[in-house]
């Protein structure tokens, strides 16, 4: 009788865990799973927006795939003489223009320009792979 009660609750708890997934009640959820907080039309119009800054502020972040996709951008990089920077997280940094955390890389070429400089990246943006550089670089090709 107790597996029969057992066995019941735990169906219920699993109908319940997919007729109401976590990431729609919890925005961590959500990002964690590397989805955006936006959208559809509503991201559409935030990238628009965003595109108004200069690519890589905190105001018109890279976007990317999670970790693994920021740190895949960053080394695509290309200072003014052809060399890759180094970089190195510097943290998280508050919200996004697209409603999620947004991280900092502190970017450096050197005596190449640009030199040291900071870009913004937001990393909850499944399967996206960025192909223009920020201001200042040259990319390679994913």
């Known amino acids: 009788m107790k597996l029969q009660r057992l066995f019941g609750a735990m169906l219920l708890s699993a109908f319940v865990l997919t007729a109401n997934p976590a990431s729609a009640r919890d925005p961590l959820a959500t990002m964690l799973s590397g989805k955006s907080m936006t959208k559809g039309k509503k991201l559409e119009r935030a990238i628009e927006k965003a595109s108004e800054h200069p690519f890589g ?36 940094v508050g919200d996004s223009p697209y409603g999620n955390i947004m991280d900092v890389y ?37």
């Open 57 to 92: 502020s905190a105001k018109n972040p890279v976007r990317a795939a999670m970790p693994t996709g920021q740190r895949a951008y960053l080394s695509r990089l290309r200072c003014a003489n052809g060399a890759a920077p180094t970089y190195f997280r510097g943290g998280s």
């Open 106 to 142: 502190n970017v450096d070429c050197g005596d190449a320009e640009p030199g040291s400089v900071e870009i913004f990246m937001d990393m909850y943006h499944k399967g996206h792979v960025e192909s223009a550089p920020v201001p200042g670089f040259t990319i390679m090709e994913p």
